[in-house]
């Protein structure tokens, strides 16, 4: 897949890890997304994620800070939406039936 274009810095340098920091972390999380799916899957890990997530927002709900409970909320539906996404999740299995 060809690197994103920056439309606010011309370059012309098309190196890997040169241009702008939006172009370097675009290219980073690909490197991480090809990573990830070329590795076998850990069993269970999406059940994992899925009851971290549930944990962070059971723990929030009950903290007295705002910026706590807004971080825990964050991260427990992102983790809970990598639980049932990916190849191994929830949806994936129930779209091999």
């Known amino acids: 897949m060809p690197p994103v274009p920056d439309i606010h810095q ?8 040169s241009g702008s920091g939006l172009q370097r972390a675009t290219e980073w999380l690909r490197e991480l997304k090809r990573f990830d799916d070329q590795r076998p899957s850990v069993p269970g890990e999406h059940w994992f994620a899925f009851g971290t997530g549930a944990a962070l927002l059971w723990r929030g709900r009950r903290s007295p800070s705002a910026l706590l ?29």
């Open 10 to 17: 011309p370059s012309t340098d098309q190196r890997p890890g």
């Open 69 to 97: 409970r807004t971080a825990a909320t964050v991260g427990g539906l992102l983790f809970m939406a990598r639980g049932l996404s990916g190849r191994d999740g929830l949806v994936a299995k129930l779209r091999r039936r």
